[in-house]
């Protein structure tokens, strides 16, 4: 099977980590997969092959014929478009030339749910819409009118999960430059509202224990990063909040912290909750979007009501004072990792759907033919 996966930037964030094992997941499964990006990638990725087509201010029209090209020129089975513009532009190469099309709604930002010109276009030239999670399935159906057959839910995942030891975790802590008595809380994610950083700052306010401390990583604009230090020096929490940035060695904060934190305002799906899980971590997150569907409250973690940092507290609190409870969350969380949201499901999903779409063109077209 060849498979042209296509999307219109590879900027950091949980599109292009989807895109990445998608891409790496379908080759390690024998097929042929053509990556290809609107925007060059700002950083290096685990793909070395990724080619452009560089997309201009404005209508792209131009784009049709080159992806035409593309889908002829590789004898393209099926192509699979991450975003709305090269959902758009590849829906329209992919009519021309009678190609399947699948597209993965990604966006956390509800904005992109509403009716408009070019959702209402992407009914028509989409033959599969993938949504993220059952929660933006809904949506899709809801308020943008999809019909349910065409729509899918495929959860992401990650690739090995690993419980991490008292012993390793203090030699984390060591390399980390994290005090040995220090109650730790990690969030990560980039540092727009969205995120919910905010909350959480405030929360420590509640909170009498000083050895309790946050650690946040991601990157952000100038004016994020300033209005979040401004309310760390608000609380006189300067002590107690620390601004990583961007870090490639995420996984090290996670395995060294004692919670996962992030009480998002939205979230389409929210892989770090996976990844906090992946090493039994227990988590503290908020009950919007994919996320209910990750984190089950009382059993794998602690859902609190958006934008509540007294609630936040209360589950800080709740967590800090019973290591048995943490443990049993982790346990738990650990375990319905390996059920649900492994890599390997993502990966088979997607190749069942376009193993269905290609048979049901060709069944299409054979009858027309015939006739």
């Known amino acids: 099977m060849n498979i042209l996966e296509i999307v219109q930037s590879l900027d950091k964030g949980g599109r292009t980590v989807r895109f990445v094992d998608t891409v790496l997941g379908l080759r390690k499964e024998g097929m042929k997969v053509y990556p290809y990006s609107l925007k060059a990638p700002e950083r290096a990725l685990k793909i070395d092959d990724i080619c452009v087509i560089p997309r201009h201010q404005g209508y792209n029209f131009s784009l049709v014929l080159q992806l035409i090209d593309i889908i002829r020129q590789e004898s393209i089975d099926v192509v699979h478009a991450h975003c709305e513009y090269t959902q758009f532009y590849a829906g329209l190469a992919c009519k021309l030339t009678r190609t399947p099309i699948v597209a993965t709604m990604h966006r956390s930002d509800l904005k992109k749910y509403r009716p408009s010109l070019l959702n209402?276009?992407?009914?028509?030239?989409?033959?599969?819409?993938?949504?993220?999670?059952?929660?933006?399935?809904?949506?899709?159906?809801?308020?943008?009118?999809?019909?349910?057959?065409?729509?899918?839910?495929?959860?992401?995942?990650?690739?090995?999960?690993?419980?991490?030891?008292?012993?390793?975790r203090l030699l984390l802590r060591k390399k980390l430059k994290i005090p040995a008595d220090v109650f730790v809380l990690f969030s990560l994610g980039h540092l727009g509202e969205i995120k919910g950083h905010h909350h959480t700052i405030d929360a420590l306010q509640y909170l009498d224990n000083p050895k309790v401390h946050l650690y946040i990583a991601g990157s952000g604009e100038e004016g994020e990063k300033l209005a979040l230090r401004k309310r760390v020096a608000k609380h006189q929490l300067q002590e107690r909040v620390h601004f990583i940035g961007q870090t490639d060695i995420a996984d090290e904060w996670m395995q060294a912290c004692d919670i996962f934190?992030?009480?998002?305002?939205?979230?389409?799906?929210?892989?770090?909750?996976?990844?906090?899980?992946?090493?039994?971590?227990?988590?503290?997150?908020?009950?919007?979007?994919?996320?209910?569907?990750?984190?089950?409250?009382?059993?794998?973690?602690?859902?609190?009501?958006?934008?509540?940092?007294?609630?936040?507290?209360?589950?800080?609190?709740?967590?800090?004072?019973?290591?048995?409870?943490?443990?049993?969350?982790?346990?738990?969380?650990?375990?319905?990792?390996?059920?649900?949201?492994?890599?390997?499901?993502?990966?088979?999903?997607?190749?069942?759907?376009?193993?269905?779409?290609?048979?049901?063109?060709?069944?299409?077209?054979?009858?027309?033919?015939?006739?």
């Open 120 to 168: 209402f276009c992407l009914r028509f030239l989409v033959d599969s819409f993938v949504a993220v999670s059952q929660d933006r399935q809904n949506k899709l159906i809801e308020q943008l009118s999809i019909p349910s057959d065409k729509t899918q839910v495929v959860h992401g995942g990650v690739e090995k999960t690993q419980k991490v030891g008292d012993e390793q």
């Open 261 to 371: 934190v992030q009480p998002s305002l939205e979230e389409a799906f929210g892989l770090v909750f996976i990844e906090a899980g992946s090493f039994a971590k227990p988590v503290i997150a908020t009950s919007v979007g994919g996320i209910k569907e990750i984190i089950l409250n009382n059993q794998t973690g602690l859902l609190v009501k958006p934008g509540q940092s007294k609630e936040i507290a209360a589950a800080i609190e709740a967590l800090e004072g019973d290591k048995s409870i943490r443990q049993s969350l982790g346990e738990k969380g650990f375990t319905r990792i390996h059920q649900k949201f492994l890599l390997k499901h993502m990966i088979n999903r997607y190749q069942l759907i376009f193993d269905e779409l290609i048979t049901s063109k060709v069944s299409i077209w054979s009858k027309l033919w015939s006739r």
